[in-house]
């Protein structure tokens, strides 16, 4: 004999759960790559070039390579500070512009030595098989004495 359970307390244990749901999903703390202090959108061809940024006091050079933005091959990025220590938190990755292709973290590169001012950092982009001319965002995201500062760059595959 199967077990009956009155309509009303069905109901009553679906909105239970799901008002469970909607306040374990939005009492969870923020990610990390969600919420910063300071952002800028930086205007420099870094697929083609190192760029360098001055924000007062506070320095940093961003370079990418090999040159170009090839799909599914390994990139390498340097950073160079001044003022900012590049032994805290710092966060690497690429997600598109127009087009959610997920976030692509780039890893840290093993360092041979204790350089504050000095990271490297190994990752790749994914093949887009809808836009050949696909536009990637570059996050590159620093903490320094509990501020997050967020520099995003705009590389297009299309001139390559």
């Known amino acids: 004999m199967a077990f009956k359970v009155p309509v009303y307390v069905a109901c009553l244990m679906l909105v239970a759960v799901l008002l469970y749901l909607v306040i ?8 990390k790559t969600q919420s910063v ?20 006091k506070r320095q940093l050079r961003v370079a990418l ?8 091959e ?3 990025l340097a950073l160079e500070a001044v003022g900012f220590d590049l032994n805290s938190d710092a966060l690497i990755w690429f997600e598109g512009r127009d087009m ?5 973290f780039f890893l840290s590169a093993p360092v041979v030595e204790n350089r504050p001012t000095q990271a490297d950092f190994q990752g790749m982009i ?30 297009s595959s299309e001139s390559l």
């Not at 952002?39 to 940024?53: D, G, I, K």
Request: aromatic share 10%; with cysteine.
């Open 24 to 31: 374990f999903v939005f009492t969870d703390a923020p990610s």
């Open 65 to 72: 390579s090999p040159l170009g933005l090839p799909a599914m």
């Open 100 to 104: 959610n292709m997920g976030q692509h």
């Open 126 to 155: 994914p093949i887009c098989g809808i836009d050949v001319n696909m536009v990637w965002l570059l996050n590159v995201q620093i903490e320094q004495a509990e501020e997050r500062f967020r520099f995003v760059f705009e590389l």
């Open 37 to 56: 202090d300071h952002f800028a959108r930086v205007h420099c061809p870094l697929s083609q070039e190192t760029c360098s940024l001055s924000l007062g």
């Open 74 to 76: 390994p990139l390498s």
